[in-house]
């Protein structure tokens, strides 16, 4: 069926390095891919966001990258911050545009 | 601007009793609309997404239900409450094809 995986789990990184998580999906016909950050108790916030018509997007020290071909697309986080720490979710929208589906989520911690 | 609400915050329920979560959207006509679940220390399940008035689809079998009786109202129900009920429920909306979801900020609930 139609899902996305993504890995790790759980990252924990020094504060300053760099942090990178990985997510594939299924469905060959999504083009749009979102990451959220959810902080403890709160809702999940849109962090970044790429299309299909283009390989990779930065923004600060946030860039994502898509490879359409392997299905695979991840999120780079450099130079981290202890308030980075979070769960980062990847996720894919399939169904002509309407669901968005997401991976199980990593738990980012950042180590000061 | 468009805002979501989403109501109680936080719901103590016996098992066997009924549910209803209520979710509303200002600001924007004819949205997307979605209720979520999230298992503790798990991923973003998707339950139901409505893409217009009295158009639901279900995601899962489960024990729960959604009405949307107005354009921007999304309602999620049970009839009978199970332990396995428990969980942060997330609702959700989008404008569109292939953009990003806004999530309301959610209900924990417990079933005792």
């Known amino acids: 069926g139609e899902n996305v995986e993504q890995h790790p789990s759980t990252l924990s990184v020094q504060e300053g390095d760099s942090a990178v998580i990985k997510c594939t999906y299924s469905?060959?016909?999504?083009?749009?891919f979102p990451w959220y950050k959810q902080e403890l108790g709160k809702r999940p916030q849109l962090i970044i966001d790429i299309r299909s018509n283009v390989g990779e997007k930065k923004d600060q020290r946030i860039a994502v990258t898509l490879n359409k071909t392997a299905k695979h697309f991840s999120l780079h986080i450099t130079e981290t911050q202890p308030e980075d720490s979070a769960v980062y979710f990847c996720?894919?929208?399939?169904?002509?545009?309407?669901?968005?589906?997401f991976g199980a989520g990593t738990r980012l911690f950042v180590k000061a | 601007s468009q805002t979501i609400h989403q109501w109680p915050a936080t719901l103590v329920q016996p098992v066997g009793s009924p549910l209803s979560l209520e979710c509303t959207v200002e600001?924007?006509?004819?949205?997307?609309l979605y209720w979520y679940r999230q298992a503790a220390g798990r991923g973003l399940q998707l339950l139901f997404y409505?893409?217009?008035?009295?158009?639901i689809s279900s995601e899962v079998p489960q024990n729960l239900s959604a009405s949307r009786p107005q354009d921007r109202q999304f309602i999620l129900s049970s009839k009978k409450l199970l332990l396995s009920d428990s969980g942060f429920y997330l609702c959700?909306?989008?404008?569109?094809?292939?953009?990003?979801?806004?999530f309301g900020q959610g209900t924990r609930l417990t079933v005792v």
């Open positions: 409505s893409v217009g008035i009295g158009q």
């Open positions: 600001g924007t006509s004819n949205p997307n």
């Open positions: 996720a894919a929208i399939i169904s002509g545009g309407f669901k968005t589906i």
């Open positions: 959700a909306w989008s404008q569109g094809l292939n953009t990003e979801a806004f």
């Open positions: 469905d060959s016909a999504s083009n749009y």
